[in-house]
């Protein structure tokens, strides 16, 4: 299992910007794929994207295209999520995951390894 740590969650007004950032312990993420979760209370776990390592090939949510960008570091073994246009419907605990496959999977069992989660509060 690869170790993740989350950071940048906080408190911002609707139609803010926020980058959560997602360390990972592992000495090379080549053939995996990273995804950010979200889970707002008494909700499920949501998919907002993917981005494959190799490649960068990137899949999003409906509810976030347009308004927010998966990205990677290769050289610190970092994801960032950027969102922008953020709106209180965003308002959720974000987790990041990985899942050692190359196929981009968009559902929470696909994925073996989870962060801490960070929380992103945003006021309207």
């Known amino acids: 299992q690869v170790q993740l740590v989350e950071s940048g969650g906080a408190l911002v007004q609707a139609g803010g910007s926020l980058r959560l950032s997602c360390a990972a312990s592992v000495r090379t993420l080549g053939d995996y794929t990273m995804g950010w979760f979200r889970q707002a209370p008494g909700k499920g776990r949501e998919f907002v994207a993917a981005?494959?390592?190799?490649?960068?090939?990137?899949y999003y949510a409906d509810s976030v295209k347009g308004r927010f960008t998966i990205s990677r570091d290769n050289a610190k073994n970092t994801v960032y999520l950027q969102m922008n246009s953020l709106k209180a419907e965003d308002t959720a605990v974000y987790y990041c995951?990985?899942?050692?496959?190359?196929?981009?999977?968009?559902?929470?069992?696909?994925?073996?390894?989870w962060g801490q989660g960070t929380q992103v509060t945003v006021s309207s």
């Open positions: 995951a990985a899942a050692r496959t190359i196929i981009v999977p968009t559902t929470v069992a696909r994925y073996d390894s």
């Open positions: 981005i494959r390592w190799i490649g960068s090939f990137t």
